[in-house]
């Protein structure tokens, strides 16, 4: 129940993530959702695409360096507290969160998170047992 | 005063001869102490009993900086290790530094030409001199403590950095001569003002910089800040450290001390000499010394020379300041830097050889910077910001540990480094010297 996340390396410089954006508008892919982590000197745009694969060829192409890497999304109820109850169900199974962002859109009435741990598998058995939706590759093309 | 003078101005045909004795005595003794000349003159079909005068000296093979490489540590050495008495490391151009090593006479003659170096830019016994070039395995400090100590001047021994301290040492103790690289007096010229101190004001009257390249309007501007007459020192770990020539007040010309230190200009590409005059490679041939003489080392500066006398009455020949290299070799802060360092440290981070760029500015009287750009392929990127910047801070640190200087590292993207005919630009240096 794994997802393809894509990230690409990106200098911090002006124009540079509007260049990534439309390369991937005119191919037709369409972001799902993204997030972009920084440093001083350069970021990592990661993201969950409609189309992964046509994303990295498309990046191979034109000299992007991307990556793909497993990442589990998962809807999570959209209430107070909703976070914490899924966050303290994967540390009592010694899960690890690498990181976590939304997606753009919400999913029926909960909301849908992208969540990157060190074993994907693990985690996405320990969400569904704790009764939480996990979304594969055909339920983020449907979205 | 002139040091040596009896040596220093000794006419022309007597300083000739006795290079020429020197040569027959330096090639039987490194055919016969040191078994990689003794193969290198046989390879070359040479004898000891063919050198007869200093003008054979064409008949002899060369000397590189891979001799030295592939010879590491002692292999070039003439001497048992035991009758050495310091040994000296630099750059070397990837993996081992080159290794370099004194006999306690070898140390006297350091001591010698150093006093000759001294007193060529105007110091007196009676001075006081700060040493602020790095003492330790970089053999600028002692070097001039050495030709200090010799001359029996009063010696503050500074070493580098630290400009505070350098400007409150010089106000109390009114040292009349500096000694440190050229880049670092102009940086202490900016610090002195930012203290409130007046540069024109200083002790300093003579400064003696080197180890690095700098032009003319650069010692312009350091004599203009410190109102101060500012020479030029040269010298390499190889064939002693500093004091291989140095500029006397007339400033028309560095004096190498050819009694001890033969020099020959070539065409770098067929290493046949030049005239007197033209551009061409430094090559100097070690007269006297005993630990690692060397046979016309290829030094891979580039400058002009002239034997005509000076005003001065020193007789011996003058080169040019530095106009160049032969290699790709740069000097950053007084160390000096190859390409292959940095290559073979990415080499051994990521297992092949990413593409990088080496970026070397000054930004006006301040010290230089060096910042090496890499590109991120595919191998080495991770969508964990932790792991990138690691890699970067281990690049980083291997990288200061091969250099001994500090340097930025930057992750760029790929093919954002500029390639001329496919062929990436290993070294952009934007300083203005």
Redesign the interface.
């Known amino acids: 129940m794994k997802i393809t ?1 894509i ?1 690409v ?3 911090n410089r002006k124009g540079r993530l509007s260049e990534v954006c439309s390369m991937l508008g005119q191919a037709g892919v369409n972001i799902r959702a993204l997030t972009i ?3 001083e ?2 970021g ?1 745009l ?1 993201m969950v695409v409609d189309k992964p694969s046509e994303a990295a060829d498309l990046f191979r192409k034109n ?5 793909q ?1 497993d990442v589990v999304a998962a809807e999570v109820p959209d209430k107070p507290g909703g976070l914490a109850e899924v966050l303290k169900a994967l540390s009592d199974h010694d899960i690890n969160v ?2 976590m962002y939304g997606f753009v859109e919400k999913h029926s009435e909960n909301a849908l998170l992208v969540f ?1 741990f060190d074993n994907p598998e693990k985690a996405a058995q320990v969400l569904r047992e704790n009764g939480l939706k996990v979304i594969d590759e055909k339920g983020i093309q449907g979205l | 005063m002139i040091w040596n003078e009896s040596i220093e101005t000794m006419p022309l045909e007597d300083l000739k001869n006795i290079q020429s004795d020197r040569l027959v005595q330096l090639s039987k003794y490194v055919y016969e102490n040191c078994p990689v000349y003794k193969q290198k003159f046989d390879t070359h079909g040479i004898a000891p009993s063919d050198i007869q005068s200093i003008d054979d000296i064409v008949k002899l093979p060369f000397t590189n900086k891979m001799d030295m490489r592939d010879n590491y540590p002692f292999g070039l050495f003439s001497v048992p290790r035991t009758d050495l008495v310091e040994i000296h490391v630099s750059s070397g151009t990837t993996g081992n530094p080159t290794l370099v090593g004194y006999t306690r006479d070898d140390i006297s003659l350091w001591s010698e030409v150093m006093a000759r170096t001294l007193c060529c830019a105007g110091a007196e016994p009676e001075d006081t001199v700060q040493i602020a070039y790095g003492y330790g395995l970089f053999t600028g400090g002692l070097g001039f403590h050495y030709g200090s100590l010799e001359m029996g001047m009063t010696i503050i021994p500074t070493s580098s950095g630290q400009t505070k301290r350098q400007l409150k040492i010089m106000q109390d103790f009114k040292p009349r001569i500096l000694c440190c690289t050229p880049s670092y007096c102009l940086y202490m010229a900016e610090e002195a003002k930012e203290l409130g101190i007046d540069p024109r004001s200083a002790s300093w009257d003579i400064g003696i910089f080197g180890a690095e390249p700098w032009s003319e309007s650069m010692r312009g501007e350091i004599e203009s800040a410190w109102d101060m007459l500012a020479t030029d020192v040269y010298g390499l770990s190889e064939i002693i450290g500093p004091g291989v020539s140095q500029e006397c007040t007339y400033k028309d010309g560095l004096h190498i001390y050819s009694d001890v230190f033969y020099p020959e200009i070539i065409d770098p590409e067929t290493g046949q000499p030049v005239p007197d005059g033209e551009d061409g490679e430094l090559v100097i041939t070690t007269l006297t010394k005993q630990g690692i003489p060397l046979i016309r080392y290829r030094t891979r500066d580039i400058v002009s020379m002239t034997t005509e006398v000076c005003k001065c009455g020193r007789t011996s020949p003058r080169t040019s300041k530095i106009k160049g290299r032969t290699d790709d070799m740069i000097v950053v802060r007084g160390i000096n830097v190859f390409p292959s360092q940095i290559e073979h440290v990415l080499l051994g981070i990521e297992g092949t050889q990413p593409h990088y760029q080496i970026v070397i500015d000054r930004e006006a009287h301040k010290l230089d910077q060096v910042e090496i750009m890499v590109e991120v392929d595919e191998k080495i990127f991770s969508d964990e910001i932790k792991q990138m910047s690691a890699l970067s801070a281990k690049i980083k640190k291997e990288i200061e540990a091969v250099l001994s200087i500090g340097v930025k590292v930057h992750l760029v993207e790929p093919k954002t480094i500029e390639r001329s005919m496919g062929k990436a630009k290993r070294v952009v240096d934007k300083r203005a010297l």
């Open positions: 996340q990230s390396f990106l200098e982590a920084e440093t000197s350069f990592v990661r000299g992007i360096t991307a990556n890497t690498e990181y990157r």
